[in-house]
């Protein structure tokens, strides 16, 4: 049974910094990709920040130069380091594991609330 399980998420003041953690466990295909999603209320789902298994790396325009995706490959894990975070980064955020197999399949972890406000 494959497990995600995110944690970090809280209530932070504009300009402050969170920091996201997904570990997964019991993936048994190689990872193509890891990556951050977020929706708030009302909005769609969107990219936040994504790496591929070779390392390279995408965010989406709103945080790029605020966020770093990084991984620990030894412990299954995906990090969000969120900087100078603002309002609108208020959202619930997703970490997914993209796995390699046919078809690809995606996993997602339960959710974690970031809010960001005075």
């Known amino acids: 049974q494959v497990q995600l399980v995110e944690s970090g998420g809280g209530l932070v003041q504009p300009g402050g910094s969170l920091r996201l953690s997904c570990a997964a466990s019991g993936i048994v295909f190689s990872v193509n990709a890891m990556g951050w999603y977020r929706q708030a209320p009302g909005k769609q789902r969107e990219l936040v920040a994504r790496?591929?298994?070779?390392?390279?790396?995408d965010y989406g325009d709103s945080v790029k130069g605020r966020f770093t995706i990084s991984r620990d490959n030894a412990k299954n894990t995906v990090y969000l380091q969120m900087n100078s975070l603002k309002p609108d980064d208020t959202a619930v955020y997703y970490c997914n594991f993209r796995v390699r197999r046919l078809p690809t399949y995606d996993y997602w972890g339960q959710g974690t609330q970031v809010t960001v406000s005075s």
């Open positions: 790496i591929t298994s070779s390392g390279n790396t």
